[in-house]
């Protein structure tokens, strides 16, 4: 398991606010499905990654493409090798798709999700399966438009906008488990 970093969380003042509703981009998500054998009966819908993604884009406008493959902890762990040279499987990686500047795509960027992982992750922190796949959705979404969790103060602004969207999806907070925050940095 790649290392992660832990500090002690308290309340933060103003985290409790709803965000603006999103303005409903236009989503086409490709879905796929690596796992075997497939395991549809546990992961969410189709429905359920479309809610929250656009959640997670916040009123971004105009056409969105995004890929999310869900995987075993053995590809997990081949590209947590590969792109960040960590050893073991890691949640969810993120992969923002930067085109030209001449040339307007609507491509976000890819999420790779260990469904593996994600169950055993709610589980061991007391969370249903659902709330942990939101967040960890919300979570890639938010690194693929640009935010990161790489100093405390990118980590606190992160968080705090993460808690906002899952409040608006009617999840609790994500990070108020056990009192600490733990981090798995993406690509």
């Known amino acids: 398991m790649p290392q992660r970093r832990r500090r002690k969380r308290g309340r933060v003042g103003g985290v409790n606010a709803e965000p603006d509703p999103p303005q409903n981009p236009h989503l086409e998500l490709d879905l796929q499905i690596a796992l075997q054998p497939p395991q549809e009966a546990a992961l969410p819908t189709q429905a359920d990654l479309e809610q929250w993604v656009k959640a997670a884009l916040e009123g971004k406008m ?3 493409a995004l890929t999310i493959r869900l995987v075993e902890k053995d590809e997990s762990a081949s590209l947590n090798q590969q792109y ?27 999420l790779v999700i260990c469904a593996p992982l994600v169950a055993q992750e709610a589980l061991a922190q007391g969370k249903t399966a659902r709330a942990h796949w939101a967040h960890l959705v919300v979570h890639g979404v938010l690194h693929l438009r640009g935010y990161d969790h790489l100093d405390d103060l990118a980590a606190d602004e992160m968080e705090d906008l993460e808690r906002k969207i899952m409040a608006y999806l009617g999840f609790d907070d994500p990070y108020m488990n056990d009192g600490t925050v733990e981090y798995d940095d993406n690509v």
């Not at 890691?90 to 500047?101: I, K, M, Q």
């Open 62 to 64: 105009g056409e969105v």
């Open 84 to 110: 960040r040279a960590k050893r073991g499987p890691t949640n969810v990686l993120s992969f923002p798709f930067e085109p030209p500047a001449d040339v307007p795509l609507p491509l976000l960027g890819d």
